[in-house]
């Protein structure tokens, strides 16, 4: 069975420099707040070009911090796209938001030619989401959210080191939220997240809000570093652990990007001329192929026949956020998400990551080419 996705293969390759990492941090004695998280955030920042990084639990963590250290309020609106993952919704829940969907466009992004028409006087930020690698239109966004006084957080959990016009995912807003899940381009083996700014009081406040609201790094306030809460704020802390194996990967990202886009043309090649609707790549966009999404009106059944073929697929989304028992009450009224409605009963994505062999993808397009024929 050709896996769609195995965190071993990586591990297998760079297992020894992981345990040796994990015996350096662990003999340390530090579990939080040590070298291997601030010295993870400082590499971060300088990779993505941005002044400050702030590591935390989660991607949806990452959002969530964004919300609360800009300040939003109960019963404040925030747009984003209907096909998004279920934490985009979340992380807007939890900080007392309602979350506003419009629908996609044929690149799966944000439809920003209906982004003016769902702005009121409640909307107070946009969250463009950088799915399956690929980052939305960000001049048009950026254009809007000038006009109408409304802030940018990015949600790059699929994105990471994919370009916008030679700018990285991440520094068109106010802020950029990364998830290092283990199926990321940079995953650990557990959770964590990352908040990139170039604002520092933002930053500031957004270390005291992941912390109980506990300041630190502040030598003026009188209660740095104490067990004192200057503000409202939650746990989400990235561990030392996590840190040490990140940082150890980061060193990797680059290359494994080359590889992913390598498998990604192999795949473009190989079935352009079949029936399946491929990725929509854009040309002032750099593609880093998190996930190579196909469409095709019978999908289910081709994944089917694939599985018994020995290879697994994934739908990445199946159901859009509307649709789904827990937020369907919420989005009651929304009539104009069709796209996002069909494009997820017909979307799957084919294996794709750095591991994957030349033969296990040859294997693929083959198997592909035959399940086509049967449907």
């Known amino acids: 069975m050709i896996k769609f996705w195995s965190y071993k293969r990586e591990y297998q390759i760079i297992k020894s ?56 309020k109960r019963g404040d609106e925030v747009i984003t796209a209907a096909n998004t993952a279920i934490p985009t919704i979340s992380a ?90 283990p199926t990321k381009i940079l995953g650990t083996y557990g959770d964590g997240g990352m908040i990139l700014t170039n604002d520092k009081k933002l930053y500031m406040k957004a270390k005291r809000i992941r912390f109980y609201g506990i ?20 746990n989400s802390r990235l561990d030392e652990i996590q840190s040490s194996i990140l940082n150890l990967k980061l060193k990797f990202v680059d290359k494994n990007i080359k590889l992913r886009k390598k498998i ?54 199946p159901y859009p956020i509307h649709k789904m028992k827990a937020y369907s009450k919420l989005f009651k009224n929304n009539k104009n998400l069709n796209n996002s409605f069909v494009k997820s009963k017909g979307i799957f994505c084919l294996p794709l990551y750095p591991e994957l062999k030349k033969n296990e993808v040859d294997k693929i397009i083959k198997e592909i080419k035959g399940c086509l024929k049967q449907v």
Do not use: W
């Open 17 to 72: 420099e992981i345990l040796k990492n994990l015996n350096h941090t662990l003999s340390k004695g530090v579990l939080f707040f040590g070298e291997q998280q601030l010295k993870f955030e400082k590499n971060f920042a300088r990779k993505y070009k941005s002044k400050y990084a702030i590591s935390c639990g989660s991607g949806t963590d990452a959002l969530l911090i964004s919300m609360l250290s800009l300040g939003i």
């Open 92 to 181: 807007i829940k939890s900080a007392g938001a309602t979350p506003k969907l419009i629908d996609i466009g044929e690149d799966y992004l944000m439809n920003k030619d209906l982004l003016k028409k769902s702005i009121t006087k409640k909307t107070k930020f946009i969250i463009p989401v950088h799915l399956y690698g690929q980052i939305c239109d960000m001049d048009e966004i950026l254009k809007i959210s000038r006009n109408y006084q409304i802030k940018i957080i990015e949600d790059c959990a699929q994105a990471q080191g994919a370009k916008y016009k030679k700018k990285y995912a991440g520094t068109f807003g106010s802020t950029g939220c990364f998830s290092f899940y």
């Open 215 to 234: 300041e630190t790094g502040n030598k003026k306030n009188i209660f740095n570093n104490k067990y004192y809460a200057n503000e409202e704020g939650i």
């Open 264 to 317: 990604a043309i192999k795949y473009f090649k190989a079935l352009s001329n079949t029936v399946l609707k491929l990725p929509y790549a854009h040309k002032n966009r750099d593609h880093v192929y998190h996930l190579f999404t196909v469409y095709h009106p019978k999908a289910k059944k081709i994944m089917r026949l694939l599985n018994k073929r020995g290879i697994q697929t994934r739908s990445i989304y």
